[in-house]
């Protein structure tokens, strides 16, 4: 985002519409931008707020590598080979829709910098590098953080996006069931090393006894499972073995 200070009267309304309090008042009281830290969400911008039209969209002409900030945390903005608007699959963030889940294996997205705390790739690096080392984990190519990793093998991103910061970013990979105790081990672990917050998304196919897999670990190590997150409730579908 860009502010025409030629327009902009000082008001403030925009300070509040910025989620990563990128929006600020200098020494002499005057509202800027600063640009290190804003995500290129677009919210300020979305929301009208300004009644001068001081404020600037740049978007798509925004030039590579800043142009990540702006894919990955403006909801009308949409990675180029992705699924559509939004940081993860549809199997993801709404239902499964590819048969991806099939008994045995467990989904994981972990989305760093939601709740409105912004995430800078070379954290989310940390962890993609750490799990990647288990041996067994696979990224989801179709996912837009997958996308700009420069060897998704080995969890590693351009050295040109890491410094980079994001809205939000979420790390999206299958494990076999047997493994997803170890796995949220390592979840453990990284979240101790990162200087931002995540979110962890866990999906699994209901057993036809009617048991959840994950459940028990994360029971056992005393994580709480809020089934009013967001209920995957097509989970399985198509219909496959």
Request: hydrophobic share 35%; charged share 30%.
């Amino acid at each position: 985002m860009i502010m025409d200070k030629s327009k902009c009267v000082d008001c403030g309304l925009c300070i509040e519409r910025c989620p990563v309090k990128a929006i600020k008042r200098d020494e002499n009281n005057k509202v800027y931008i600063d640009r290190d830290e804003c995500v290129e969400c677009c919210i300020c911008y979305i929301s009208k707020c300004c009644k001068k039209d001081a404020l600037i969209k740049e978007g798509e002409d925004l030039p590579w590598p800043r142009k990540a900030r702006y894919w990955m945390s403006c909801t009308q903005a949409v990675f180029q080979g992705s699924e559509g608007p939004g940081r993860g699959t549809h199997e993801c963030k709404t239902n499964d829709v590819t048969g991806r889940y099939p008994e045995g294996v467990i989904g994981i997205g972990m989305e760093f910098g939601r709740p409105n705390a912004g995430a800078y790739i070379f954290d989310i690096e940390k962890a993609s590098q750490r799990l990647a080392k288990l041996g067994y984990i696979t990224f989801e190519r179709r996912n837009p953080i997958t996308m700009m990793m420069s060897d998704p093998k080995t969890g590693t991103f351009k050295d040109e996006t890491l410094r980079e910061r994001i809205l939000s970013g979420i790390l999206e990979f299958n494990v076999p069931e047997e493994k997803f105790e170890e796995v949220m081990n390592v979840i453990r672990e990284i979240a101790g090393d990162i200087h931002t917050v995540f979110s962890l998304m866990v999906c699994g196919k209901v057993r036809a006894d009617g048991t959840v897999p994950q459940r028990a670990v994360a029971e056992k190590m005393g994580i709480e499972i809020r089934p009013n997150s967001k209920n995957n409730v097509g989970l399985g579908r198509p219909y496959i073995a």
